[in-house]
């Protein structure tokens, strides 16, 4: 018989390829399994193309988990700055977008065959596409029966994915090998996914679609799972509702019947530095209409739209009962919406909740109940914010695996 593999990996997307390279090198007999026909699909698509494969801020306080203090050690021992060396090491172009996002300037593909030359100097094994039938744990090794016979290994490591996209071949096949094996799991939703409205909440703001602007955006509360946030990004008004990249971090503290707030002058009037009063209050106003008043700090569209729901297009300020005056700048600094849902798994870009945190050791990824069962990446209960950190995750929960099995 064949010598067992010291770690089978469920798996060949960020997380699992990532690991499997690292443990390669680090003399271990690693095979990875994958059910789909082209590995790394999600880092293809990623940053539109050009995959946002780290932040350099990431850090705790970025990822959203019932266990905020899980993922500090694994970011200490592979923090973003090791990713963008090794990055560096294969003369990879990139660039900081923004808030210290980096996307690579040509092609996610670059990315995708990184871990791939990471996987062959580690002797990493990879079969696909392959049907992961049964996973049983016998006398301290795990079977795996799949449509190509029964693989033997020391260790396990599921790293599946999440939910979102099922177009491309995502499953919750991690989740089910989690509770086959009695492990807690925080029930998964769409993150990082852009928000519906009946239409008698988004009243005209549909007819804007397209527009992009930006906004201060609050969800959440204290007593939600993973507490309230506060964003200044940009939004973006689309048929179906909100989106943009404000609307998408909100999405992941919202939950069904809560409200958003959002502030439409965003961050200059949220942090003082323009005050509504001031301007609707300022004398050289009170003969303007209501809509040129507004369109001094907003798009005109949005100005219009906005004068249009108080009834007070082509009203000079001075007419404005002080009533009306109250609810326009409670529309503008305070919009409280509730809205219908999300887009779903289809448009979500993340899954959020997953193997719940306390079911694992947080040094090593591995189950505390089965030694040497291992869950990574995105099946775990820690979902990053918008901006890189949901590849950082990847990288340093595989990392973190890989120093283990
Ligand atoms: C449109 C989009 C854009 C994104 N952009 C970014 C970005 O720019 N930056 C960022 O940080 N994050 C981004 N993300 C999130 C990021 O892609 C994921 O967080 C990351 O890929 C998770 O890594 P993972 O290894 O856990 O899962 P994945 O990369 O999804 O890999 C999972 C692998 O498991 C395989 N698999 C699934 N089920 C089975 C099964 N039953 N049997 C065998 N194999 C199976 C899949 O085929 C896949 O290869 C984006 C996500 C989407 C959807």
């Known amino acids: 018989m064949t010598k067992p593999w010291d770690a089978i ?3 060949g997307g960020a997380a699992g390829l990532f690991c499997a390279g690292v443990a390669g090198q680090l003399g271990k007999k690693v095979l990875v399994l994958d059910h789909a026909d082209i590995l790394g699909e999600k880092i293809r698509i990623s940053g539109g193309g050009r995959c946002n494969f780290t932040n350099l801020h990431s850090g705790a306080a970025n990822f959203l988990s019932l266990n905020p203090h899980f993922v500090k050690s694994a970011l200490a021992r592979y923090p973003a700055k090791e990713f963008i060396s090794l990055v560096q090491s294969y003369r990879i172009a990139y660039h900081e977008k923004h808030q210290g996002q980096l996307f690579c300037d040509d092609s ?3 990315i995708i065959d990184m871990l791939f030359s990471e996987c062959a100097k580690g002797n990493v094994q990879i079969k696909n596409p392959v049907v992961v039938q049964s996973i049983v744990q016998d006398a301290g090794s795990w079977l795996v029966r799949t449509n190509g016979g029964i693989e033997i290994s020391t260790s396990l490591v599921m790293a599946t994915g999440g939910l979102p996209v099922p177009a491309i071949g995502a499953t919750g096949y991690s989740l089910d090998i989690a509770k086959q094996f009695g492990l807690n799991i925080i029930d998964p939703r ?5 928000l519906s409205f009946t239409s008698e909440e988004f009243d005209n703001l549909s007819e804007l679609a397209g527009l992009s602007l930006p906004i201060c955006i609050s969800a959440g509360s204290k007593g939600h799972r993973y507490g309230a946030c506060q964003f200044n990004e940009d939004l973006l ?3 179906k509702g909100l989106s943009g990249p404000a609307v ?6 919202w939950t069904e019947g809560q409200a958003i707030h959002i502030n439409w002058l965003g961050i200059a009037e949220a ?3 323009l005050n509504i009063e001031d301007l609707l209050n300022n004398d050289e106003n009170r003969l303007k209409l209501t809509e040129t008043i507004l369109a001094s700090v907003m798009p005109q569209r949005l100005a219009k739209t906005f004068a249009k729901q108080k009834n007070l297009l082509g009203r000079k300020w001075a007419e404005v009962s002080k009533k009306d005056q109250q609810a326009l700048k409670d529309l503008i600094t305070n919009w409280s919406v509730k809205p219908a849902g999300t887009l779903g798994w289809k448009k979500a870009e993340v899954m959020l909740g997953g193997v719940d945190t306390k079911e694992m050791d947080s040094q090593t990824m591995m189950s505390r109940k089965h030694h040497g069962l291992y869950f990574i990446g995105e099946c775990v209960d820690v979902t990053g914010h918008l901006g ?3 590849f950082q995750w990847a990288w340093s929960s595989g990392f973190a695996c890989a120093q283990a099995i």
């Open 9 to 11: 990996i469920i798996g």
């Open 108 to 110: 996610a593909k670059e």
């Open 190 to 194: 769409p993150g990082l996914v852009p």
């Open 237 to 239: 008004l689309t048929h």
């Open 248 to 253: 998408l971090q909100a999405s992941s503290y």
């Open 271 to 273: 942090y003082g530095e």
């Open 388 to 390: 890189g950190h949901n």
